[in-house]
Structures are given as C-alpha cells and as structure tokens.
C-alpha cells in the first residue's frame, strides 16, 4: 500500500506569488502612468523599429519558451527516457530557420505577423 502525499500551498507560497503579482501591478501601473505614451500601432507592437538585438531576444524566448515546457520537459525525460531530446533538435533547427529565412522577409515587408503577408505581397489566395 502506498502513502499519498498531499502538497499544500502554504503561507509562505502565498506570500511570494503575492509579492510576484504586487511587482508585476507596480511595474505596470508605474509605466502606464510615467512612461512614454505610445501614439502609433507601430510604437506599440514594435517599440518603433528600434530596440536593440537583446530585448527583441529576450522577448521571442519569452514567447517560445513557457513555464509548463521548462516544468514538463525534465520530467517527460524521465518518465519516457531521452527520445525527447530529437524533437528539441528538430525545433531548435526549426527556430534557426525560421530566423534567418522569414523573419528577414517580415522586416523587409514591415509587417507584424503572417496575417499580413497576403496584404504585404498584394496577392490574392482564395
């Protein structure tokens, strides 16, 4: 017979998702209020054409990379052994091309997403 284990969030865990959702209000709540107000959708979506190579980075492995992969993958390795280790090759080969094959085509077209491309390109798909 096994003995169930019973995972409570504590106090403690309280107290720092708190503190985490406190800093993420501050910091937004301080930018909205002081920051420099943003006039045109390109501002917006693209902070003006002109940051930097490290935020731009730190923002697509932000949007790539999620906390359930992070939690899930030691796991899933675990548990079904390191086949899993072909598919993080594949999209790592998949991100690499994608970077130096489409995104150049996005910039040159100053569009935003692949929803664009159609207006971008002037051609008609259906």
């Not at 052994?81 to 072909?86: I, S």
Request: proline share 2%; glycine share 10%; charged share 15%.
């Amino acid at each position: 017979m096994t003995e169930e284990t019973v995972v409570i969030f504590g106090w403690e865990d309280w107290l720092v998702y708190g503190f985490a959702l406190l800093g993420s209000l501050l910091i937004g709540v301080y930018y909205g209020c002081t920051g420099k107000k943003q006039s045109t959708t390109d501002e917006v979506l693209l902070g003006g054409r002109n940051m930097s190579v490290f935020p731009v980075s730190l923002s697509v492995c932000a949007t790539l990379i999620s906390t359930v992969s992070i939690i899930g993958f030691p796991a899933e390795i675990y548990n079904q052994g390191t086949m899993l280790w072909y598919i993080l090759i594949g999209t790592a080969i998949g991100y690499i091309a994608t970077a130096h094959v489409y995104y150049p085509i996005y910039y040159d077209l100053k569009i935003t997403s692949i929803f664009e491309v159609r207006k971008g390109l002037d051609i008609n798909v259906l």
